[in-house]
């Protein structure tokens, strides 16, 4: 069965140099991210080429894994930039820990100009049999991504029918796309945004009416079940309460989806994530989920969520009909930038609105987070202040536990 007994990899997202830091410092066992150009990502902020030379390294110094996603699918106009791209990673030297890619010409690329270079085969390539990974490995492929669209069952069938040195990754958590394995023409033919070369636009989000061709201006809702009208709109893939499904099935990599979210969802997911891993790889005999697992992560903006295709063929369970909106419980307020232990000052960068008296909850990795009132904070000048309502400015605030950098404050909405 080959992969069964070894640990899954956490795989986070890092949409910028600011997100690889945090999911490197939260948990991730390894990172995937997008340079400025060929990612299927093209609004996640992404990285320049020197960005990405101190995102590895600082990733690297602390043993995570670091996954270059370069899995557009080129047109004759990609190929002579790409393959100057190339050039340019290769006399950076930058110490890549493998390409994810989904077109075969792009495979071979750089196959010619970095010949050592691990390939992983991106989900968009849509790989959903055993015949199929084994003719990948042949092309010197070392991991595929799984099309979303794979039961366990079938997971474990391809497991028992490939070579053993092929590893397998499956997306846990995260939006679900309403096309197979994400190849779509929707946003193409709706926005000229090619979702295919990173600009998708999101049309299976929007809400629809129907038109009759003799009745212009005559809208008719489309309603499935008489809930609503968003007919493509998917709930959020959400595995935490499955982490032995996963183990078993042979899959080496749990990957997290969300390269275009905050820093505050990636530490929320990567920290919940660690934990339940952690907890089963620690004990698997005796492991049992922890509905706190599940109430932490549900700290992050989210839509309702669903098992997509693991357990079976989604249903109208697994779509929301009535809205596209994410759930925001809580709000991001501020991230640590260092703490004094003698003063029990914390230096913070605010993020959203704070105010004397908030009850803020302060999280960091690994750990449990604390709560705590806000009764003393200063400005850069060291002027007390009762209220921190400027983007990013600067605090002092007295803390009532140590805290440490890349700790971050947050608050129930309502309060």
């Not at 991210?33 to 320049?48: C, I, K, P, Q, V």
């Not at 620690?282 to 992560?297: A, I, N, S």
């Not at 703490?339 to 004397?356: D, G, I």
Request: charged share 25%; hydrophobic share 35%; aromatic share 10%.
């Amino acid at each position: 069965m080959g992969n069964q007994l070894r640990k899954m990899e956490l795989l986070a997202p890092a949409g910028d140099l600011e997100k690889l830091k945090i999911a490197v410092v939260y948990g991730a066992d390894a990172v995937y991210f997008g340079g400025e150009m060929f990612s299927l990502r093209a609004g996640a902020g992404n990285m320049t080429l020197e960005e990405m030379k101190e995102g590895v390294e600082f990733a690297h110094a602390r043993g995570v894994k670091c996954y270059l996603t370069v899995n557009i699918f080129a047109h004759n106009e990609d190929i002579q930039p790409l393959t100057d791209y190339l050039f340019q990673l290769r006399e950076m030297h930058m110490d890549l820990d493998a390409f994810i890619v989904s077109d075969p010409g792009i495979i071979d690329l750089i196959r010619e100009i970095l010949p050592d270079a691990e390939i992983h085969l991106s989900t968009q390539a849509n790989m959903t049999n055993y015949r199929t990974a084994r003719f990948w490995y042949r092309q010197g492929v070392k991991r595929i991504v799984l099309a979303r669209e794979l039961t366990f069952e079938e997971i474990r069938q391809l497991r028992e029918n490939i070579p053993e040195n092929l590893e397998l990754e499956a997306f846990v958590h995260g939006a679900m796309c309403i096309s197979y394995s994400g190849r779509c023409l929707l946003s193409n033919f709706m926005a000229e945004r090619d979702a295919n070369r990173g600009a998708c636009a999101h049309p299976c989000r929007w809400k629809y009416s129907l038109v009759e061709e003799q009745r212009p201006g005559e809208y008719y809702p489309v309603e499935e079940d008489g809930r609503g009208t968003y007919i493509m709109n998917s709930r959020d893939l959400c595995m935490i309460e499955h982490i032995p499904e996963l183990a078993r099935s042979g899959i080496c990599s749990a990957k997290i989806e969300g390269r275009m979210k905050s820093i505050f969802y990636v530490a929320t997911l990567v920290s919940a994530y660690r934990k339940a891993l952690d907890a089963y790889y620690d004990d698997p005999e005796r492991y049992v989920f922890r509905e706190e697992w599940m109430t932490e992560l549900k700290k992050a903006s989210h839509r309702e969520f669903t098992t997509g295709f693991y357990f079976h063929q989604p249903t109208n369970l697994d779509q929301n009909y009535q809205t596209s909106a994410y759930t925001r419980e809580y709000s991001f307020t501020g991230l640590v930038l260092d703490y004094n232990e003698a003063t029990r000052m914390a230096t913070v960068e605010q993020r959203n609105k704070m105010v004397l008296g908030d009850e803020i909850e302060i999280m960091g990795p690994r750990r449990d987070f604390f709560t705590q009132v806000l009764d003393e904070m200063y400005d850069e000048e060291g002027n007390p202040v009762q209220s921190a309502p400027h983007p990013q400015q600067i605090l002092q605030i007295r803390m009532q536990q140590p805290v440490h950098q890349f700790d971050m404050f947050r608050k129930r909405k309502d309060s």
